[in-house]
């Protein structure tokens, strides 16, 4: 019978020193000598994205975007490689792959990149040969032989695909927290952990920016049910499992994203600047229509690209935050929510409501005071949330 598979993938923080390095190898030596067969995805060293992103933005501010994917792709490679060395060194057979080597075949929409499909001859020919298999995160390659990457996150989404296209009997995110909170836990203090959370809400928090998984990981898990955990590299525990299609909670979650600018246009150029958006790939989230002006929500770092697109006809332009409740009772709470803000001495620009979500624009000075306020009366009251102790590590 063949030995149980699992796919483990350990983020920014969790290789960002040798010493964290060694400490991940630990964590696929003993899931290794448990009986597993083990493959591992590993993000770049925590900080080297951005390094790399900013070096290429002080020659450009919207660099090349073939040429992007070519520079953010190093950052995942030194990780792998670095892992491979420790485990070789510490007696282990280990190799690593890039995402093309491993044949991670995407769309060709550079730097924010799908993937289309997985062939695992190559791990699985490895794997048969008793060999720890690192993948690059983050990465892959088109069909022509250019490399892509997913966007930023993208590294848990590698996780999940390979999972998935392995048949994994699970993928486990390590990171600097031990699972999914009902709130980021490094900005609402009682954030409690959810043992398990289902799909749906585990989506609508990584879309509207619970950074804990990125977003196109949770829907590929999703639909291929994929059994997907979330657990800290530095205090194992049994972390959060994501699991099921129903929210018993009336809130179960509240995400923060913030970085989100809005744009006040004239109604008349609304559809050539939305047909213009989609040329460039540039994601719109929301189009606010307020009594008095029309605005675009988008995200901050599409800005730049915007630009181009607009040429002159922004009336006014605001970087925002957006905070979002996820609950089987969201909608029916919305209101009473909003006008708690208000209460509160909050200033809010508008309110949306969605499935079992509902989402409030609001200062980025005051979106953390908001959240706790939120958390605090929605959350916080029920008991039927897992209250254990809250581990979150610095970088
Ligand atoms: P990694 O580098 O391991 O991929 P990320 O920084 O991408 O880690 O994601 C982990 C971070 O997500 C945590 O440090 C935490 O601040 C943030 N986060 C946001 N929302 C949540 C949430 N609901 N639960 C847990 N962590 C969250
Ligand atoms: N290194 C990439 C990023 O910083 C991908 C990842 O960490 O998942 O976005
Ligand atoms: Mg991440």
């Known amino acids: 019978m063949k030995k149980p598979l699992i796919v483990q993938k350990f983020g920014g923080t969790s290789v960002g020193s040798i010493e964290r390095i060694h400490q991940v190898a630990k964590h696929i030596i003993d899931a290794k000598n448990a009986g597993n067969r083990v493959v591992v995805v590993v993000s770049a060293m925590s900080g080297e994205t951005n390094r790399l992103l900013d070096l290429a933005q002080q020659i450009d501010s919207v660099p090349n975007a073939r040429e992007l994917d070519v520079l953010l792709a190093s950052g995942e490679q030194a990780s792998m490689a670095l892992l491979a060395i420790t485990l070789n060194k510490m007696g282990y057979s280990a190799r690593s792959l890039t995402g093309g080597q491993a044949n991670i075949l995407t769309n060709g929409q550079h730097n924010d ?8 001859t190559a791990i699985d020919q490895l794997l048969a040969q008793d060999q720890i298999v690192i993948v690059a995160g983050f990465q892959g390659i088109t069909a022509g032989g250019d490399i892509t990457t997913l966007g930023r996150g993208g590294s848990d989404t590698t996780a999940v695909a390979l999972a998935g296209a392995l048949k994994a009997d699970e993928c486990q995110i390590f990171t600097d927290v031990d699972g999914v909170y009902t709130c980021d836990p490094r900005i609402v203090d009682d954030a409690q952990k959810l043992t398990v959370i289902d799909f749906p809400s585990m989506e609508k928090m990584a879309r509207f920016g619970a950074k804990v998984l990125h977003l196109p990981s949770v829907e590929y898990a999703w639909k291929n049910q994929v059994p997907l955990r979330v657990l800290s590299t530095f205090d194992i525990n049994q972390g959060s499992l994501v699991k099921g299609e129903e929210c018993h909670l009336p809130i179960c979650g509240l995400a923060i994203q913030r970085d989100m600018c809005l744009i006040k246009i004239d109604q008349e150029s609304l559809v050539a600047i939305e047909e213009q958006c989609q040329l460039f790939g540039i994601d719109i989230w929301d189009v606010i229509e307020h009594p008095e002006w029309l605005g675009l929500v988008v995200k901050s770092d599409a800005y730049s690209k915007l630009e181009m697109v607009l040429q002159g006809k922004v009336a006014d332009r605001n970087t925002i935050s957006l905070l979002t409740a996820v609950g089987a009772d969201a909608e029916s709470l919305a209101h009473t ?22 989402t409030i624009a609001l200062s980025v000075e005051q979106v953390n005071c908001a959240a706790n306020i939120l958390h605090q009366t929605y959350i916080k009251p029920i008991e039927a949330v897992d209250c254990l102790q809250k581990h979150v590590f610095s970088g």
């Open 113 to 120: 990149a799908t993937i289309v499909n997985i062939d695992t």
């Open 337 to 358: 929510a909003h006008q708690l803000l208000i209460d509160n001495q909050i200033v809010t620009t508008h309110l949306r409501l969605d499935e079992q979500s509902f």
